[in-house]
């Protein structure tokens, strides 16, 4: 209505004033009110999240106007939790509350992009060609061309094209590599599934029809750490953070929560007030000691040295002086403790600690029939007889009923107590060498110089083997003491005498490297294994990623797991190990593979571990400083360890521990013909073709052009703004566009070359001939692309979340329209796969494809290589596909069909059945139901299969497989475990039998999921989640070797690297920082920094970085922190421009100046994007790079193990891992200023003598 008369000024009675004058009522206009009430009117309110890789899982509430999204907040409807618990709410953090801002941003991708140059060259190959394959085949194959477009990838020149041409593009050229590559050639890079699972999917999905290859995430982005599959044959596993409140003792060491698990910070704060003392680990003053009691800051990268001191320290207070009966009857029921290890005796006259002893090893198999080799053998301490006690993985394959860790006899069934330690019942005492690594002299890092080899003395007992000889055997518990060098009154000179002799791993010897006093050591490690013995287990250590980004990350890891299991806390509610790095867990996993991977058409997919494929294909292998031999142990045998790191991978390829892509030298889909003229299989022909040499591993020949990987697709990723180590060799020599490296090949250097891998003197450069992304904004991954499609913001597409932070899952939810040309990731792919079957018509029909396996873990190969290590391309073993070499599989493809196999489930869910981590169970009941919900395809290649036809079905598909998400399909897969258990755990789900969680039902709740077989903690009103827990309370092996917590590695590459137990291992040399210090010096001193990436406050890797609202309270562009000493000594000044660079690079930031960094290390948060604020560098002289432009992989030789027990390869389960943390950068001030453009803002910054005068 109209105001006016509120308008008037005359005749208005003024308020009297109130509040003793204080306050005054007053008559103005008040329309600037309509503008805020209009600012938050809604017309409705949808519930979705962000698909973020945050883990932090948050459900808001988008409120939507005229069809915009106008803001959002959280929701606050979790359902709840028991009474003795707090709730989850609230969750949510700054950055998820600014992301509406992305939707009508500057930066939001509206439209199909090409690059001029391509389009250019696209439009006049069609005008001369009818068929679009020969028109892309007519661009590709004149190399004048094909580096007229890849030159400029990352400068720049997009202009906007439209779906139906941005489409026939990539379907052509994924036709014409796959036709004349094969499509093992055709590459996707998609992260952490659980965050958006169907988007994921649509892009995998696409790629296994295809026989394309999906790239790891988890080992690549250093999330993965390797301890755990180790210890637990886990990939990872849990607990929720509502169990920290279930804790009385917390150590968070390397996590920063309150900065990078803000939603779930306020139950760390929470369980305070219950008593619960909490210690913060952190090199750094972070913003989690705040939090704490305690803070203990060792040297960054010597995490393994405090936590050998504190097992030193908990083993002598607990185990031997006064041992707690909870911990000695945890270990002997729940570890490798009490196993028999055969020891070696070495020319010196002492012993070397070899493998664990089997069944196989003694007369008559000790009566096991069934797998004896994988049976390992302990002794019972009542009748002092050796026993092959239940449990061990010989006993999950073939023995059903005898999976399980109740203690008795495998061949008799009597109960057993198993021997801890032989000390007492040892036929005599010997010496045995333990390597020692802590010596090693270096700049930046405090030593304690010790022997190479220390000698222990350990109580032995003497056997006789099958053959009739005489071995002597120590048990795991006497190993482990003597490494953690406690004295047992057996006269060992290099045990500690007390805590103050500095001997390994004493406090004393802990605190010179560390610099953590030894009292504090001793007082934490007391009070953490005390609290764990009077409350059984709830002691609990929360763990960041970043220590788990150097190169040893394994010590780090295993230190405290060890320290865990020694207190008996893993299994045990508010106990344990609590592991959080990205959004991990794919709850519904198992209803999620065949729709992600194709599985439901065909088996196997095309999976590479990412860390491998970059490595290789980057040729950041060119550039290698370190050596295999430099990381050998004393003990070693050095002759049978030669080459380099590519070499190690490459023989890790052929004999099946890893997977390898591209797979061949040959075309794979050329395989089946040639053998069919031969008149052999596909398999015989390939063996004998790789024992002649006619075929090779691609591996073998990286920079011949037919095994270059040619078309890339990277979705729900910032590839090369986020993740991409080694960045300035992948701008080299995969984009073979401009880049930054500073450091000299091998060839250039003089240096050794490797001995599998073939040498060019000019490495392949531009190996990609295509490169998509799919983005909602425009990152730096897509500047480097060729063609960039808009997809849907996380408001505006149907999917689903889960996290491991809580059990609960939620969606993803349009609440308005893709804007603009957006369309959602499944729309996407369902496109290009509608093309691709119109393109591939004359060129590709029903094909033959054979494909490359690794040995599996979970799978009954995993048993594949029981001793030693032998190489059939030495001569060492005959090449048998699935035992000393990767299985060769046939996969019949059906290309002009593609599109109706990806839009509808396929046969083979009702003929094979779904399943995972080696069970499985029948679908036919959860095939007919998706009938009856998405309805059938009525006529063409999948008449009467279920649809797939929307991102809502898919997400039905998942729902209805998933045992976590139908009750009835729980039942099945705990039935499924107990036929090989023994034991009955179908009671874990019977009461929600009749569950069934539907897509509409978490768009109104999160919902809980069900207690799974595929995850080892229970999901239950009682309990919180927690890992291990089913494995402790329901007696379920480890899918380890021993069917237990494997504290020792027997492997013989494991025990050949001096890691078959825990030791302290320092920092590698990366030689990166040297051969730069001051060779293009500009006035400016210059001193080399560890570099360290630790995950920001303003962003959730790079996304949110260039957010507005972000930018606005953060700094504004890329920052690097320093120590006030370093600053000083640099005459840097705080908001000053440096320069960090070494041999991979360099880049430009800011200089955040703190006193609470220390000296001698340099921090960049991740991930600050090289599109803010970002002025040129001196040493490139092109614009600064990112945070991964001074860094470069460095694999690790026992990362590549397989075919053995859990170390057996598992897509992001177990593989080389992307360390970076061992970097050193050199950093100076800047001198000129020059942002690249013409703008006139450069300057010169006043120089660094001039201000000290």
């Not at 083997?465 to 055997?473: I, W």
């Not at 605190?511 to 059984?536: C, L, M, P, W, Y």
């Not at 070499?885 to 290309?895: I, K, Q, S, T």
């Amino acid at each position: 209505m109209s105001k006016f008369l509120d308008r008037l000024r005359y005749f208005k009675q003024l308020a009297e004033p109130f509040s003793d004058g204080h306050g005054q009522t007053l008559n103005t206009n008040r329309d600037w009110e309509d503008g805020y009430r209009s600012r938050w009117q809604h017309d409705k309110i949808v519930r979705s999240t962000h698909g973020v890789n945050c883990t932090g899982s948050c459900s808001w509430k988008i409120y939507v106007k005229n069809g915009l999204v106008t803001w959002e907040t959280q929701q606050t409807d979790y359902p709840r939790t028991r009474p003795d618990l707090p709730n989850h709410e609230p969750r949510g953090c700054p950055r998820g509350a600014s992301y509406s801002w992305y939707l009508y941003s500057a930066n939001r991708l509206k439209y199909p992009m090409m690059r001029k140059r391509l389009m250019k060259l696209w439009r006049e190959a069609k005008l001369t060609h009818s068929d679009p394959v020969d028109a892309w085949a007519s661009i590709v194959n004149a190399p004048e061309k094909t580096q007229y477009y890849k030159q400029i990838r990352g400068r720049g020149g997009f202009v906007r094209s439209d779906w139906n041409e941005v489409n026939e593009l990539i379907a052509a050229s994924n036709v014409y590599t796959a036709k004349t590559f094969g499509p093992d050639r055709i590459i996707g890079f998609s992260p952490i599934p659980a965050m958006s699972m169907v988007s994921y999917a649509a892009g995998a999905r696409y790629l296994s029809l295809l026989g394309g290859v999906c790239l790891s995430f988890y080992d690549w982005y250093c999330d993965l750490p390797p301890a755990s599959p180790m210890t637990w044959g886990e990939q990872t596993d849990v607990p929720e953070s509502a169990d920290w409140y279930n804790s009385s003792y917390i150590i968070a060491w390397g996590s920063n929560v309150p900065q990078t698990r803000t939603p779930d910070a306020h139950f760390f704060t929470e369980v305070r007030y219950k008593g619960t003392k909490t210690v913060a680990v952190t090199p750094d003053y972070a913003e989690i000691a705040k939090l704490c009691d305690q803070w203990l800051n060792p040297k960054q990268g010597t995490d393994s040295a405090m936590a050998l001191a504190m097992g030193h320290v908990i083993l002598k207070e607990f185990h031997l002086d006064k041992p707690s009966q909870y911990f000695s009857e945890y270990v002997r029921q729940y570890t490798d403790l009490p196993m028999l290890v055969l020891l070696e005796p070495r020319e010196d006259g002492y012993y070397a600690a070899g493998r664990m002893l089997r069944a196989s090893d003694l007369v008559d198999n000790l009566g096991q029939d069934n797998n004896p080799q994988w049976k390992t053998i302990a002794i019972d301490d009542a009748s002092g007889n050796l026993t092959a006690p239940q449990g061990s993985i010989g006993y999950r394959w073939g023995d059903q009923g005898k999976w399980n860790l109740e203690q008795r006899d495998g061949v008799s069934g009597e109960e057993v107590k198993l021997r801890l330690s032989l000390l007492g019942s040892h036929d005599e005492v010997v010496d045995v060498g333990f390597p020692y690594f802590g010596g090693a002299v270096s700049e930046h890092f405090n030593n304690v110089e010790l022997q190479d080899i220390l000698l222990h003395k350990l109580p032995v007992k003497r056997l006789t083997l099958a053959d009739g000889s005489e071995a002597l055997v120590a048990c795991v518990y006497d190993l482990t003491m003597a490494n953690y060098g406690l004295d047992r009154g057996l006269g060992d000179d290099n045990c500690a005498r007390d805590y103050d002799d500095v001997k390994a791993y004493s406090p004393a010897w802990a605190e010179k490297i560390t610099g953590v006093s030894r009292q504090n050591i001793i007082r934490i490690a007391r009070e953490f294994a005390d609290n764990a013995d009077k409350t059984h287990g709830r002691s609990m250590v929360i763990v960041g990623a970043g220590i788990n980004h150097w190169y040893h990350m394994d010590m780090n890891y295993r230190g405290i797991i060890n320290m865990l299991i020694f207190c008996g806390c893993v299994g045990q509610s508010g106990g344990g190990w609590a592991h959080y790095v990205g959004q991990e867990k794919l709850r519904p996993q198992t209803g999620w593979m065949p729709l992600a991977f194709g599985l439901d058409w065909q088996r196997p997919p095309r999976h590479m571990n990412s860390t491998s494929f970059f490595y290789n294909h980057s040729s950041q292998w060119r550039y290698e400083t370190v050596a295999p031999q430099e990381l050998l142990s004393p003990l070693a045998d050095k002759s049978r360890f030669s080459g380099s790191m590519i070499d190690f991978n490459v023989r890790a390829e052929r004999m099946g521990w890893l997977p390898s892509a591209p797979q061949l030298n040959v075309n794979p889909l050329d395989i089946a013909k040639k053998a069919r003229a031969a008149g052999l299989t596909p398999q015989e022909y390939t063996v004998a073709a790789l024992k002649s040499g006619d075929i090779k591993f691609a591996a073998e020949q990286p920079d011949s052009p037919q095994n270059y990987p040619r078309n890339l697709f990277i979705w729900r990723s910032n590839l090369l703004g986020s993740s991409g180590k080694g960045h300035e060799y992948m701008l080299k020599y995969l984009l073979g566009t401009e880049h930054g490296i500073q450091g000299q090949d091998l060839g250039t250097a003089g240096s050794v070359k490797p001995e599998e891998v073939e040498w060019r003197e000019q490495g392949g450069e531009g190996k990609l001939d295509l490169v998509v992304t799919l983005d909602f904004r425009m990152s730096s991954t897509c500047l480097y692309s060729d063609i960039v499609l808009p997809t849907a913001t996380w408001y505006e597409k149907d999917d689903m979340n889960t996290s491991d932070m809580h059990p609960f899952i939620h969606p993803l939810s349009a609440a308005v329209d893709p804007a603009w040309d957006s369309k959602s990731d499944w729309e996407i792919y369902k496109g290009i796969a509608k093309t691709f079957s119109r393109v591939c018509q004359g060129h590709l029909g029903q094909e033959t494809d054979l494909v490359t396996l690794p040995i599996q873990h979970d799978s009954p190969a995993e048993m594949a290589q029981p001793f030693g290590v032998d190489d059939w391309k030495k001569g060492e073993c005959d090449l048998i596909p699935g035992k000393t070499a990767p299985h060769l599989m046939v996969v019949e493809r059906d290309y002009p069909n593609l599109y109706e196999r990806y839009t509808s489930l396929g046969p083979l869910m009702d003929k094979l059945g779904n399943g995972g981590k080696g069970i499985g169970w029948n679908t036919q009941t959860e095939v007919d139901f998706l009938k009856k919900l998405n309805y059938t395809k009525a006529e063409g290649a999948a008449a009467g299969r279920p649809k797939i036809e929307t991102a809502i079905d898919a997400a039905e598909v998942i729902l209805s497989l998933a045992p976590e998400t139908n009750g009835q399909v729980a039942v099945k897969a705990w039935e499924a475990l107990s036929k090989v258990t023994g034991r009955d755990h179908t009671h874990l789900a019977l009461n929600k039998e009749d569950e069934k969680i539907r897509f509409r039902d978490i768009q109104a709740q999160p919902r809980k999921i069900i207690s799974s077989p595929t995850w080892s903690g229970l999901e239950d009103e009682h309990v919180s989640y927690n890992a291990c827990y089913t494995n402790v309370h329901e007696l379920i092996p480890w899918r380890t070797l021993s069917g237990r917590q494997q504290l020792y590695q027997d492997h013989e590459w494991m025990r050949a690297f001096g890691e078959s137990l825990l030791v302290y291992r320092p920092p590698v040399d990366t030689r990166a920082a040297d051969p730069v210090m001051n060779q293009k010096p500009n006035g400016n001193p210059e001193k080399a920094l560890n570099f360290l990436t630790p995950h920001q406050k303003w962003g959730i890797h790079s996304t949110y970085s260039d957010n507005l609202l972000m930018l606005t309270l953060g700094r504004g562009g890329p920052i690097i922190w320093l120590s006030e000493d370093d600053a000083s000594e640099l005459g840097i000044k705080d908001n000053d421009w440096i320069e960090a660079f070494n041999a991979n690079g360099a880049l430009t930031a800011r200089a955040v100046v703190s006193q609470r960094v220390p000296a001698g290390m340099t921090m960049m948060y991740h991930a600050q994007e090289r599109i803010i604020n970002l002025p040129g560098s001196e040493i490139t002289q092109q614009r600064g790079g990112i945070h991964n432009s001074v860094t470069r992989i460095t694999p690790k030789p026992t990362h590549m193990i397989g075919g053995y027990a859990q170390l057996a390869y598992g897509f992001n389960y177990y593989g080389t891992v992307g360390s970076n943390r061992d970097e050193f950068v050199v950093v100076r001030k800047m001198k000129r200023i020059d942002w690249l453009d013409d703008e006139g803002q450069d300057y010169v910054q006043q120089a660094v003598q001039q201000e000290k005068a």
